[in-house]
């Protein structure tokens, strides 16, 4: 029973277009929202995060929006780079003061074309 | 300043071998998880430490899994009499204690184990 989903294995894109990552939740305790990149023979590494009680965290070329009441967030990215190619998982916690384990996806892998 | 860093980087075990992967977090850092991630899947959580409190085993699939934080740093996850479905990537985390940054996990490389 996976409780967060990304429904696209991979994503392919042009460079200088926008990237939209989707990634879909069934937890309706989950209270915090993150995204994570990866390399090949890397850990992932944190990229932007939202909490439930916002519906938008922009950072740089970085954006997630939350639709809590579709259980639904996304990842935009513009414009894309080709550096940007990796796999992008989307996380999800219901730490509320305890453990803040996260429940990960399956992961997009992003190709931006040059 | 220093990530988070696990040896071995690779690992080939026969089928029945124990195996010990290590993990050191960063500096500071008073959460520690343990996560593994097999062909094709995402990150499954496997077992939290958080300072001296007692550690949250519920991820870990079997009573042969089992692992130590000692001294609230260092960290060895122990797989005793390994099967071959435990081939995967063993990755490690930690992250500070506060506010949101207790959700923000920074991951070590990774162990790969190869049971054969």
């Known amino acids: 029973d996976q409780q967060v989903k990304q429904n696209s294995p991979s994503l392919s894109v042009q460079e200088g277009r926008i990237s939209i990552l989707n990634c879909d939740y069934t937890?309706?305790?989950?209270?915090?929202f993150l995204w994570y990149k990866k390399y090949p023979a890397e850990g992932p590494t944190f990229l932007i995060s939202?909490?439930?009680?916002?519906d938008k965290n922009e950072d740089g070329r970085f954006t997630v929006f939350l639709n809590k009441s579709a259980k639904h967030l996304s990842l935009h990215i513009v414009p894309s780079q080709p550096g940007d190619s990796a796999v992008y998982f989307c996380?999800?916690?219901?730490?509320?003061?305890?453990?803040?384990?996260?429940?990960f996806g399956k992961g997009t892998l992003l190709t931006v074309n040059p | 300043g220093a990530g988070v860093s696990q040896s071995p980087s690779n690992k080939v075990t026969e089928k029945g071998k124990d195996v010990e992967l290590r993990c050191d977090p960063i500096s500071g850092h008073t959460a520690l998880y343990w996560y593994r991630q097999s062909l094709g899947q995402g990150l499954e959580f496997l077992i939290y430490?958080?300072?001296?409190?007692?550690?949250?085993k519920s991820g870990l699939p079997s009573d042969r899994f089992s692992a130590e934080r000692t001294g609230g740093s260092v960290s060895t996850l122990t797989i005793q009499r390994t099967q071959q479905e435990d081939s995967a990537v063993y990755l490690c985390?930690?992250?500070?204690?506060?506010?949101?940054?207790?959700?923000?996990?920074?991951f070590g490389p990774g162990t790969r184990l190869t049971v054969t």
């Open positions: 937890n309706s305790m989950f209270d915090y």
């Open positions: 985390a930690s992250s500070p204690r506060g506010g949101t940054a207790s959700y923000e996990q920074y």
């Open positions: 430490f958080q300072g001296n409190s007692a550690p949250d």
């Open positions: 939202i909490s439930s009680i916002k």
């Open positions: 996380a999800a916690s219901a730490g509320g003061g305890s453990n803040y384990k996260l429940t």
